[in-house]
């Protein structure tokens, strides 16, 4: 697992602190390693993925998939549908 030091332990991505940013990143990072899926394909195992709009580019919709996953952790996780 490669993480970026400057963005890692200094920039708040996602969440509301430092360190429920580096907590996201961490399980985010958890989550391909144990699935061994990208984030296209991680996004759509979790039902969160944008899908495949046109227009958008494989690198692009990869990068919209990994805020969905970031987001979705953000958010607790919360089932797919919007039920808790
Ligand atoms: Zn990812």
């Given at each position: 697992m490669i993480l970026n030091?400057?963005?890692y332990f200094y920039?708040?991505?996602y969440g509301t602190s430092l360190a429920d940013s580096q907590n996201i990143t961490l399980v985010h990072e958890e989550m391909h390693i144990v699935t061994n899926?990208?984030?296209i394909g991680l996004a759509n195992?979790?039902?969160i993925g944008v899908g495949a709009p046109p227009g958008?580019?494989?690198?692009?919709?990869a990068a919209a998939d990994s805020v969905s996953i970031a987001s979705w952790?953000?958010?607790g996780c919360p089932q797919p549908g919007g039920n808790h």
């Open positions: 030091a400057a963005l920039t708040v991505s899926l990208d984030d195992l979790l039902q958008m580019s494989q690198a692009q919709i952790l953000a958010a």
